[in-house]
């Protein structure tokens, strides 16, 4: 394990006197971003100070030595979810990623009476694009049942078909934070002559994700969510299926020549779905954190997760006002409700308290009917929380008083 | 109306939450409805208002919400209701000026002067006007 006391000292937002509602800022919102290291804040300072030139562009020593810089970070996220360097394409996040299989792939090859799987757990952006892509294509949308909060793989084979050309569903659901079987699952998919695309953006900051052996399609995450910028993250995908895959932006960059008779080349992936100018700060402060959390062990950060969620788990477990949703889960996702009060009401309470949570629907918005709940609260936790944050938070939701506490004292 | 302390404040607002007299289905035809969605709370209300002659008859609302927004729209539903519409809109407008921290006319909000600390919690303005903006709608063009 790590010191957690050590790594906090890296993260200029665990060190400053940065307060919210005049406390001292506690951050359980880890599922919806994460702070960043200053190493990672200078990566991305270091391109503007001292490298700042375009990628793929000049013929000079600069912007070389950027595009060098770009390819290392590639190298580092492909490393950190054993894929080959050029399976990696750099998008603009986890959605960013999804809506490029949604487009790239599923609008070519989708036609139809064709299925594509989804489940009620999944984010907005695991679910939107495929609705429209069923939308122009005339695919149909199917979901797998969740049970007990979790993706089943009898479940899958109950609503698979022949006609299922696409699975896609979240390695670990950001609302309840359950792992998925996607080893097993993309084997079902495969028998089926369907892909299977993976929603990484929970799972592969907290959960060792290895794309090889896991024998998925695609898998989309992002870099904000495991100590990384925001506006970047990544869309690994067998080369096979890149290659065969269309662009969903194209412009500069991404062409090797193009005629008046409307004639294009493509380059190779992953650039030919990196058209424009790129992220480039954004890529290199990626490539910074994955070396960060790899240098910490992302093993080691699930087990740090894991012991924080017990941990809360034990001390709430005798309080029968509060509901937990996901005992079982351990992956740094916490989500209950107070009986009698609105989560957004206790979200409030927390703020006031100095403590940032989510409260709502998480993004996911067809589960409500499956947790007989509209909305819930959600804590969660990172490399960097310690188990005083958690105690501040429990002892605020214990504790918590009066609702309106925020609003007049 | 007399000054109220914290502790009124706190019970105006709990006891409009807890039992909101104004909130049901319209009794009638006749309601115009505006349906108001929140991106980052709870709140999924219809609003309903019967506008008659120049003069807001009544006002009612149904649906989901938390206890800022059932508490405010439950109140606004009071306040609104058998004023004319020109006083109904000046109503709104002190109420969003409270809620900007601006000057407002004390007099025309009566019971509503309880949400004047929500600017404390900024993320909850939203849950606060979400009734008044729907009234605010539909007394648009009147």
Avoid at chain 1, 20 to 43: E, G, H, W, Y
Avoid at chain 1, 290 to 307: A, M, R, S, T
Avoid at chain 1, 348 to 371: F, M, Q
Wanted: charged share 25%; aromatic share 10%.
């Amino acid at each position: 394990m790590y010191d957690v006391k050590e790594i906090r000292k890296q993260f200029p937002m665990l060190n400053s006197d940065i307060k919210m509602q005049n406390k001292p800022l506690v951050f359980l919102d880890n599922c919806s971003t994460t702070f960043k290291p200053q190493r990672v804040i200078d990566a991305m300072n270091n391109y503007y100070y001292r490298f700042n030139s375009n990628s793929h562009r000049g013929d000079y020593d600069l912007s070389y030595q950027v595009d060098v810089m770009i390819e290392e970070a590639r190298k580092e996220v492909a490393s950190l979810v054993n894929a080959d360097t050029n399976e990696v394409v750099f998008t603009d996040g986890a959605t960013g990623a999804l809506n490029l299989v949604a487009y790239g792939y599923g609008l070519k090859y989708l036609k139809k009476g064709d299925e594509i799987i989804l489940s009620v757990a999944e984010h907005a952006s695991n679910v939107l694009p495929w609705f429209r892509i069923a939308d122009l294509t005339g695919a149909v949308i199917k979901y797998m049942d969740i049970e007990d909060g979790k993706l089943l793989a009898k479940n899958l084979k109950r609503v698979i078909t022949k006609n299922t050309k696409i699975v896609s569903l979240a390695h670990v659901g950001n609302v309840l934070g359950y792992v998925a079987d996607v080893k097993e699952f993309a084997k079902i998919a495969h028998e089926n002559c369907a892909i299977m695309v993976v929603d990484g953006a929970q799972s592969v900051p907290h959960l060792k994700t290895d794309f090889k052996d896991l024998g998925i399609d695609f898998l989309a995450f992002s870099a904000h969510k495991m100590c990384g910028p925001t506006g970047v993250g990544a869309l690994v995908g067998k080369y096979e299926l890149l290659k065969d895959m269309d662009p969903f932006v194209t412009g500069g960059g991404m062409n090797s020549i193009f005629k008046k008779d409307g004639s294009v080349d493509y380059r190779l992936p992953p650039y030919k779905f990196e058209a424009g100018t790129l992220n480039i700060a954004g890529i290199l402060g990626f490539g910074e954190a994955v070396k960060f959390i790899k240098e910490i062990g992302v093993d080691n950060i699930h087990q740090h997760d894991q012991e924080l969620i017990d941990y809360a788990i034990e001390k709430l477990k005798d309080y029968d006002n509060i509901i937990i949703y996901n005992k079982d889960a351990r992956n740094g996702i916490l989500t209950f409700n107070i009986k009698g009060v609105f989560p957004q009401d206790e979200s409030t309470l927390l703020n006031y308290k100095g403590i940032a949570i989510r409260s709502g629907e998480h993004c996911a918005k067809l589960l409500d009917n499956y947790l007989d709940t509209k909305a819930t609260c959600r804590m969660s936790t990172y490399l960097y929380t310690d188990k005083k944050d958690i105690d501040t938070f429990i002892d605020a939701i214990i504790n918590g008083g009066d609702i309106l506490d925020a609003y007049f004292n | 109306m007399p000054t109220l302390t914290n502790d009124m404040m706190r019970s105006i607002i709990m006891d409009h939450y807890s039992d909101p007299q104004n909130k049901h289905q319209p009794p009638h035809d006749g309601y115009e409805k505006v349906h108001m969605h929140s991106d980052n709370c709870i709140d999924d209300l219809d609003i309903f208002l019967l506008v008659k002659d120049n003069i807001i008859d009544d006002a009612c609302f149904d649906g989901t919400a938390c206890t800022i927004s059932t508490s405010s729209t439950d109140i606004m539903c009071d306040l609104l209701r058998g004023k004319e519409i020109s006083k109904g809109r000046k109503i709104i407008d002190a109420f969003h000026h409270m809620m900007r921290e601006e000057e407002f006319d004390e007099s025309l909000l009566d019971e509503a002067i309880v949400f004047i600390n929500t600017s404390k919690q900024a993320a909850r303005i939203r849950c606060a006007t979400i009734g008044w903006n729907a009234a605010e709608e539909i007394l648009k063009g009147k």
